[in-house]
């Protein structure tokens, strides 16, 4: 038999870009630990409101499977005495395994021999066993800065209010945060505050939409809140959709109403990025635009409530947005003032990192760091030079101080309005891409030359002073800089060792790091290339087989990865790989031994003869698509090695009993060995 599980924490109010993290925290927690119970049951549903955490497991087994039990008791010597009586320890075990002395086994060891018991014993009934498993999975969830409330010990992320712990129609009596559990809910907070009665969990989420006026699945939230904006929208143009908006919105009500309120269209005169970020910042609104991509003075909020005059909260939104756009126009217009060349000096006011120095002295590294990576894309070393002086500039400016968000943004639209060069102005923009995993990339040489110079400036400086981020903590954001650099390379195909690109960095910082702290940063940003990798479908194995030839050079391991992916959908392929692992042993095995050079003089048999012929015809094409970065073109001239390679390893005895023909085909084997690994390591696969 099985029944549904329910459980709710009714909670305070919790922060809303907690909410889901914590909900998938406590299923997946809850799960493991009916996992290691040995209940099994069907789907589990996870609800969450920014008043209640809600999981539903459908179809939990009523009871465990019975419990294969092992276990040994005390020594034969303690067991018994010199009669052959038991003694109290065998009795106890015995008794403790609920069965009789003559029913106990004798495990023998190399250390002695003991009693011993093997048998089965029922499974609990699952409904005794609910308590300890809610009380463990609730301990191990993570909890960013849990609070206490009153004189509790317990600690919450919020205080628990309520506790719902059904079982089929049973309640499963527990204490959980110093509430009881019981079968009653809440719905919402002004539409329904009483509580509401659940006789089943199959009945949680349609009573409390029904009666409770609260929609308690977070997808289906979001879902209706994006279906009502564009609804809403339609009249006005067409809403701009932030997702993370949408996402941080449908975790802050229970019950979304949509609607339109209206701004001053004189504010519309500010840059687009400021009038949107005010709005979703300080308000959680979504702007509207229209057919041209425009801005229109209208705006769109989710309200919690099913207001009988909505007018009122409407006009009460719109008074507070009013007056937000009014304090970031006088920011606006108070930055136009100074021009942003006006405001370097004042860098030097701002700290970076007490180890690093100021954003004065980042500034000058910057600038000498992106001027030498002028060369490597192209870039007009002056345009490079201008930007990096004033890509920090804008940190000083009042609108950045109030939305940090914008900035790079604000650089941009300052510079373009004091009539700084678009190729300059964008790249106080652009190189602050990407600011996530899957944002847009730079494209101009300029910023590319700005954004690696800032992004390597900050890895060489915060992990030569202060050593790699631990665990979860990451304050300066080092592993989104480091796959900042990966993917910036990767996409402008800039091909150059880190090595390279580290030593003006380096240079910059005048010994104040130590030289050691290069292969840290490059361990560090391999190591995001390789989670990056492995995301985009790559294997373990492949990445292995690329970054194993030594080479730092990540634009060009990127190319040779894709090549070593196609051609492993080459059937010859898996025949070279098992040939390069053979390879590789017999070298292992005879290194220091093996002469550089093959004597044609000792090929004695037709199989060798082949194998060098062959080796020979492709080594040129093979080392000029190389050294072009054909790597597909490589792998296809190492395709035709297979059937001579097999004959080869099939028909020659390499470890001959002459010593002159062992030598000549060690030779033999480590320019097979040398070919193959010039473009990966194909033993790793």
């Not at 005048?510 to 995301?535: G, S, Y």
């Not at 060690?666 to 010039?678: D, G």
Request: with cysteine.
């Amino acid at each position: 038999m099985s029944h549904d599980f329910l459980i709710e924490l009714g909670c305070e109010e919790l922060p809303a870009k907690q909410l889901r993290s914590l909900i998938q925290s406590f299923a997946t927690e809850l799960t493991k630990q009916c996992h290691e119970f040995s209940l099994d049951h069907d789907d589990v549903i996870v609800y969450c409101t920014p008043r209640r955490l809600a999981i539903l497991i459908k179809q939990l087994v009523d009871q465990q499977a019975p419990q294969r039990i092992e276990r040994r008791g005390p020594s034969m010597e303690s067991a018994f005495d010199e009669s052959g009586t038991p003694t109290l320890a065998c009795l106890g075990f015995a008794r403790s395994c609920k069965t009789s002395v003559d029913e106990l086994a004798v495990q023998k060891t190399k250390k002695g021999s003991w009693l011993y018991f093997e048998g089965e014993t029922p499974g609990q009934a699952s409904v005794d066993l609910l308590p300890k498993i809610i009380s463990k999975a609730l301990s191990a969830v993570h909890i960013n800065k849990p609070m206490r409330w009153g004189a509790e010990p317990h600690r919450f992320l919020r205080p628990v209010q309520w506790a719902v712990v059904l079982f089929g129609s049973d309640i499963v009596p527990v204490s959980l945060f110093g509430v009881t559990s019981s079968n009653t809910t809440y719905g919402h907070r002004f539409h329904h505050p009483g509580p509401i009665h659940i006789d089943e969990p199959s009945q949680y989420a349609t009573l409390l939409r029904e009666k409770g006026k609260v929609i308690a699945s977070w997808k289906k939230r979001r879902e209706l809140i994006a279906r009502a904006l564009n609804d809403t929208a339609a009249p006005l143009g067409r809403v701009v959709m932030d997702e993370s908006l949408l996402d941080e919105v449908a975790s802050l009500v229970e019950w979304p109403v949509v609607l339109s309120g209206e701004f001053t269209p004189a504010f519309l005169d500010m840059p687009r990025d400021v009038l949107i970020t005010t709005m979703q910042s300080h308000q959680k609104c979504f702007a509207i635009e229209n057919s041209k991509g425009e801005l229109v003075p209208s705006f769109l909020l989710v309200s919690n409530i099913q207001s009988s005059d909505p007018n009122t909260v409407i006009k009460g939104n719109e008074r507070v947005i009013h007056a937000r756009l009014s304090d970031a126009h006088f920011f606006y217009q108070q930055d136009l003032k100074t021009p942003l060349k006006d405001r370097t000096d004042a860098l030097a006011g701002v700290i970076f990192t007490p180890k690093t120095g100021s954003m004065a002295d980042k500034t000058t590294r910057v600038t000498a760091i992106a001027s030498a990576f002028a060369k490597y894309v192209e870039a007009d070393k002056n345009f490079v030079k201008k930007a990096s002086e004033l890509c920090k500039c804008d940190l000083l400016t009042e609108m950045v101080g109030e939305f940090p968000s914008l900035q790079g943004i604000m650089g941009y639209h300052y510079a373009s309005a004091q009539g700084v060069d678009p190729i300059i102005a964008n790249a106080l923009k652009d190189y602050y891409l990407p600011k996530s995993a899957h944002d847009s990339l730079p494209e101009d040489p300029t910023s590319v030359c700005l954004a690696l110079a800032d992004r390597l400036d900050t890895l060489v400086g915060i992990l030569g002073t202060e050593g790699k981020p631990k665990g979860d903590k990451d304050p300066f954001g080092l592993r989104r800089q480091a796959l900042g650099v990966v993917r910036i390379l990767i996409h402008n195909t800039l091909k150059q060792s880190m090595t390279n690109l580290l030593k003006p960095v380096l240079k910059a910082y005048q010994d104040t790091v130590p030289k050691e702290c290069v292969d840290l940063v490059w361990t560090f940003i391999a190591d995001r290339f390789k989670a990056w990798a492995l995301e985009q479908g790559f294997t373990p194995q492949q990445f292995e087989a690329i970054t194993a030839t030594g080479s730092q050079d990540i634009a060009d391991a990127y190319i040779r990865l894709s090549a070593l992916r196609d051609f492993l959908q080459d059937p010859r392929s898996e025949s070279l790989a098992s040939a390069h692992k053979r390879v590789a042993n017999i070298l292992k095995k005879h290194s220091g031994k093996i002469p550089k050079a093959i004597d044609k003089k000792q090929l004695v048999m037709a199989e060798e003869v082949e194998l060098v012929k062959s080796v020979s015809s492709i080594e040129e094409t093979v080392n000029l698509a190389v050294k072009e970065s054909r790597y597909t073109d490589a792998f296809t001239a190492l395709a035709t090695l297979k059937e001579p390679v097999d004959a080869f390893f099939n028909d020659v005895l390499i470890m001959a009993d002459d010593p002159a023909l062992q030598k000549n085909r060690l030779a033999i084997v480590n320019t097979l060995a040398q070919l193959l690994s010039s473009v990966a390591e194909l033993s790793y696969l």
